[in-house]
Structure formats: C-alpha cells, structure tokens
T-cell receptor
Framework: SQQGEEDPQALSIQEGENATMNCSYK?????LQWYRQNSGRGLVHLIL?????REKHSGRLRVTLDTSKKSSSLLITASRAADTASYFC??????????FGTGTRLTIIP | EADIYQTPRYLVIGTGKKITLECSQT?????MYWYQQDPGMELHLIHY???????EKGDLSSESTVSRIRTEHFPLTLESARPSHTSQYLC??????????????FGPGTRLTVL
C-alpha cells in the first residue's frame, strides 16, 4: 500500500480562489515534498518540509506538516489558470527512496 | 527547467521488439531513478542507481533492465516489449546528499505504447 494519499482526488475552483489539498502518510518521515505535474510531463519539485518544521512558504504556496497526525497540506493562494496540474506529495522515511502519493488533479476555471 | 533529458518522448512499437529508453542528466547527480506511471495514477519506482555500476530494483517489479556505465546516463531496456508495458516512463536524478532525501529532478517522460 502506498505511503501517501492525497485528498481530494480532484478539485475544480475558480481563478483567484485558494486551493487546498491534503496528504496523509503512514510511517514516520524525514521530510515530505510536494511536486507538480502538468499533463503528460515530468514532475517539478515545489517545496520540501522537514519533519522538525511545521510550516513553510514559497511564493503563493504554503505547506504545513503535522507529524502527530501524519498529514500535510498544500495551499495555493490566488490561483491562476497555469496552476492547473496534478499535485503529488512524496515522503522519505529513511530508505533513501521517495514514495509518491496518489495525486490531486487541480483544475482552475478561468 | 531541470537539465535532465529523455528520448524518445513518444514511442509506438509492436510486440516482441527490443527497446531502449534513454535518460541523461548534466547536473552531475549520483542518484538516478526510473518510475512507471499510468495515466492519472501514482508513480511507481522500478529502478534506481546510487552511482556508476550501481543498479537496484525498485518497489514495483519490472521486466526492464537498466545500466549505469556513466554518471550522466541511465538507460532502460526492454528485451521484448508487450502491451502490458504500455505506460509513461519517467527518469529522475538527485544529488547524493545527507540522509533524509533530496529534491528529485525529473525528465519530461517517455510515453510508450506497445501494440
């Protein structure tokens, strides 16, 4: 079974609104990363949050990590059409391999 | 844009053919990975390498093989392609850093269709 699961599986919002997606995982981690994948393309790294961090910002992105609940959330503020993509969380838990979640497909409606 | 390249981008071949998917990176990264991803689904690690002459199998069993003769090059080979191999194959690399995981840089992927 996969380490990470994103919720919701799909999300459609109006341009300008905020988008929130969640990731839950099963075992203790060293860090958690978020990636974006545009349709038919490779993944692009967005942000990394370490297990001793609770919140991190990068531009319009805000990531939180709650290790007690084994969960993370990614918030994209003031969404744009170009944010339409799939978003994956990925975790390292000591075996030197990233394990990817199931992804959230985000659609921004102009 | 990451300096990691995959060729071909799209490949349609018949059953039984031997194929090699190419992956090269110019970032000097020691670690390289191959993932398999069906449309709209999660990524599954099929092979990885810590450096030259190092290859390991990933979490998802695959009939493909890999080699790592040069740091920058990590090709994946299927000796006899079958329709079940139809998928997108993503190559990635990362530097050999401290334990705890580093950012992975992905190529654009190869979409393979076996008829």
């Amino acid at each position: 079974s996969q380490q990470g699961e994103e919720d919701p599986q799909a999300l459609s919002i109006q341009e300008g609104e905020n988008a929130t997606m969640n990731c839950s995982y099963k075992t203790s981690i060293n860090n958690l990363q978020w990636y974006r994948q545009n349709s038919g393309r490779g993944l692009v790294h967005l942000i990394l949050i370490r297990s001793n961090e609770r919140e991190k910002h990068s531009g319009r992105l805000r990531v939180t990590l709650d290790t007690s609940k084994k969960s993370s959330s990614l918030l994209i503020t003031a969404s744009r059409a170009a944010d339409t993509a799939s978003y994956f969380c990925a975790t390292y838990f000591g075996n030197e391999k990233l394990t990817f979640g199931t992804g959230t497909r985000l659609t921004i409606i102009p | 844009e990451a300096d990691i390249y995959q060729t071909p981008r799209y490949l349609v071949i018949g059953t039984g053919k031997k194929i090699t998917l190419e992956c090269s990176q110019t970032m000097g990264h020691d670690k390289m990975y191959w993932y398999q991803q069906d449309p709209g689904m999660e990524l599954h690690l099929i092979h990885y390498s810590y450096g030259v002459n190092s290859t390991e199998k990933g979490d998802l069993s695959s009939e493909s093989t890999v080699s790592r003769i040069r740091t920058e090059h990590f090709p994946l080979t299927l000796e006899s392609a079958r329709p079940s191999h139809t998928s997108q194959y993503l190559c990635a690399s990362s530097r050999m850093g401290l334990a705890g995981g580093d950012t992975q840089y992905f190529g654009p992927g190869t979409r393979l269709t076996v008829l």
